[in-house]
């Protein structure tokens, strides 16, 4: 289907799946349960799950399929916000043309970094991606404030033209981000007994751009352009000796990934119209880096978990604080019951940048693929058991790890 | 002129800071090959030191004081640190005064350990894995490292004021006045710059590591226990990294996040003094301090706007693009 095979085609169908069905996914326990605090269907995160995801399978093309690790690549998310604001400032507050002049602007963005930065590999590579990312936020901060609106951010104003739009609704509000009158703030609530499930526009237009994304994602990984990006992964000087330049390559795969961050920044902007300069700052390149690791680099469905995962864990455990935990473990006796808070608290609410850290090392260190091999081995471990007799192990170890 | 000193004089201590810590990334990657992204964070714990150590003298009890009282007439009670009990009035604060030079004895074990723990838990495992790697998990404990101090000292920035006798301003030259202690840790990070270098250079041990930075191999053949000593580098490192933070608290307050702050700058300075080249680390890290301090001044940020924030990124880039191994560096080096 759709020149995928098989195996591509059913991974497709479940991202499919998994987007179309989030908002019941992510809200397994009724609303008005205690464990409602871990329903994550709500708009505003399931659009920065398949924001995030977007900006991990573009960073995943560079890093995981090329090898070029980039700490700059929020540079070009915060290009794409700008360019999208100034879209709605000027143009109209139709996200379509935002989106499309955020890709584009962050394209070019990406062929003038990438074409300096490539000229180094390895660590070199790196730091002057992180080099660039660092100059680009100092300038977004202070010196091209009329561009950026420095340290206060870009955000859209009832003075600005909109040549195709309104500058002002008649009840004198801002108009807010549609696509062709679909308001993107526009949800419906659908309540079956206790729970309630939220669609919502904004959310499934930037779903329908992860699939798309990811059926992209897919073609690169497949097609004879993905081989070249291995093979430069594996081995760059053997590349060079069979005649191969591997240069316009390199440059190729760093202008579509730094184009998917700059789609991201567009949808940012287009689910809420408003850039500032810390989307471009390196810790925020640093948060990429984690979600590709950590769902798996070089494989295809790994980044996108990587972002869910780190999205998930900022916006749920981020809201636990001492008294939900007390709530917790208040089965147990006093002193005891203050103790298991005091041992989990350092890790949730404001700490959970400490389980982020912990739970990246140990991928690191013991897990290099990732969740998904972490998915495989699990996954190899119960066929091992269930199918002994027939040849189960020799089909196992066959299996190309990270696919 | 003068400003031009003053210029030079105001480049020297952020300088500094730039110097030391690429002086430890530099030993650190020179000896045992490792990119150490939470060297930072080592600054960080260095400068945490300081606070504690601000913290621990001044551990106080309640005191009913007879001879202050309140609008009502009774006696206040007011707080007595516990030194003032143990050595005298004048002794017990004058001790509390001195907390950031008194901090130096207590961060140089405390670093030298976590240096030790680090290697021996985390990096050693790392060697033969791909830089990229090594990049990926020391960023992870450098977050770690982070949010541990985050938990314990808060977001805030904590003041750890330098001593009475050393926080004023001196006159350096007729006209020109500086803050004492920045001198103080200009000359503070001068000292530890030269014992580094001695240390390499004058003792066996240094000798047998130099000789194993060039050749880890036959120093290994000639039955020299080579990855014990390239440890104590680790930790060293650790140390030069961990005094800069402790000295650095009086001119910046600590916070959790000076690490990364501090990060980028000195891997940007690392590169530009040549990777793995202890003098050019030094060099460079004096340079880029400097060039920022002269990048700041009014007339270069009315010619070129911003040119303070980015000329040591922008140094970066064209030594990068035009020297790959840096000012100093050796041919080489992981020039692919």
Partial sequence: MLGLNKKDTNLLLVVLALTMLAPFI?????????????????????????IFGIFAIGFNILFGLTGYLSFGHAAFLGVGSYSAVWMFKLLSMNILPAIILSVIIAGLFALFIGYISLRRSGIYFSILTLAFAQMSFALAYSVLTPITNGETGLQITLSDPRILGSSAMPDGSIPVTNLFGLEMRAAWDMAVGPWTFTFSAGYYFCAVILILAFYLAIRIFRSPFGMMLRAIKS???????????PKPYTLAAFVISGMYAGLAGGLMAAMDPLAGAERMQWTASGEVVLMTILGGAGTLIGPVLGAGMIKYFENILSKINETVLHGWFAFLPDGLEDFMVSIVYPFVGKGWHLTLGILFMLVVIFLPGGLVEGGQRIGRLFRRRGAKASGAEAEAAKQQPGE | MDAILLQILNGLDKGSAYALIALGLTLIFGTLGVVNFAHGALFMIGAFCAVTIQRLLNLSHEVIDETQTDFLGNPLKVKVPYLQDWFGESMGSALQDWSVPLAILFAIPVM???GYVMERGLIKHFYKRPHADQIL??????????????????????QTPAPEAL???????????????????????????????????FTTFGMVVRAGMADRETVGLLGIDIDKRFTFMFGLAAAVAGLAGVMYGPINAPNYHMGMDFLVLSFVV???????SLPGAVLAGFLLGILESFASTTWATTTLPGINQIIIYLVAIIILLTRPRGLMGRKGVMED
């Fill in chain 1, 26 to 50: 992510l809200n397994p326990f009724p609303t008005g349960s205690a464990m409602a605090q871990f329903n994550a269907g709500y708009p505003d995160l399931m659009q920065r799950f398949v």
């Fill in chain 1, 235 to 245: 081995n760059q000087t053997r590349m060079n000796y069979t005649g191969l330049n």
């Fill in chain 2, 112 to 114: 030298l350990v976590v």
């Fill in chain 2, 137 to 158: 998990v020391t960023f992870g404990l450098a977050i770690v490292l982070q949010e541990i101090v985050k938990f314990y000292y808060g977001a805030n920035p904590i």
């Fill in chain 2, 167 to 201: 926080s004023g301003v001196a006159q350096v030259l007729p006209g020109v006045v500086y803050p004492v202690w920045r001198i103080v840790y200009f000359c503070f990070a001068a000292a530890i710059i030269a014992g580094v270098f001695a240390f390499l250079q």
């Fill in chain 2, 270 to 276: 690392v590169v530009v003094g040549g990777m793995g």
